[in-house]
Nanobody, 121 residues
Framework: QVQLVESGGGLVQAGGSLTLSCAAS???????VAWLRQVPGKEREFVAA????????YYADSVKGRFTISRDNAKNMVYLQMNSLKPEDTAVYYC???????????????WGTGTQVTVSS
C-alpha cells in the first residue's frame, strides 16, 4: 500500500507558473508515477508520468513543453512544474501510482485527494 498527498495548488494568473508536490508514504518501487487532472463533469485526464527508477517521462500533448514531471526517490516525492499556465489548465490535480504502457497511463487505486489549481485570465 502507498498513501499519496498532493500539495502546492493555488490561484495563478495566465502565463504564470506553479509547482505541485506529491508525497508518498513509501517508495513507488516498480510503479510509474503520474499526474492527472479533473474538472467537474469531465473524465480524469492524464497529464504526465515518469518511471520511478528511470529518467523516462511522458506528457499529454496539451501540456508538452510547458509542464515538467520530476521525482526525488530518496524522499519519495513527485513534482509537477507548470509553466505558461492557461485558464484551461484549471482543475484538481491528482498523483497516482500506476503503469504507463501501450502509449497510455493505467492508474492503480492509489490516489491522493488532489490539489486545486486555478488559472485566471
Amino acid at each position: 500500500q502507498v498513501q499519496l498527498v498532493e500539495s502546492g495548488g493555488g490561484l495563478v494568473q495566465a502565463g504564470g507558473s506553479l509547482t505541485l508536490s506529491c508525497a508518498a508514504s513509501r517508495t513507488f518501487g516498480s510503479y510509474d508515477v503520474a499526474w492527472l487532472r479533473q474538472v467537474p463533469g469531465k473524465e480524469r485526464e492524464f497529464v504526465a508520468a515518469s518511471r520511478w527508477s528511470q529518467t523516462t517521462t511522458y506528457y499529454a500533448d496539451s501540456v508538452k513543453g510547458r509542464f515538467t514531471i520530476s521525482r526525488d526517490n530518496a524522499k519519495n516525492m513527485v513534482y509537477l512544474q507548470m509553466n505558461s499556465l492557461k485558464p484551461e489548465d484549471t482543475a484538481v490535480y491528482y498523483c497516482n501510482a500506476g503503469h504507463y504502457y501501450s502509449n497510455s497511463f493505467h492508474p492503480s487505486d492509489y490516489w491522493g485527494t488532489g490539489t486545486q489549481v486555478t488559472v485566471s485570465s
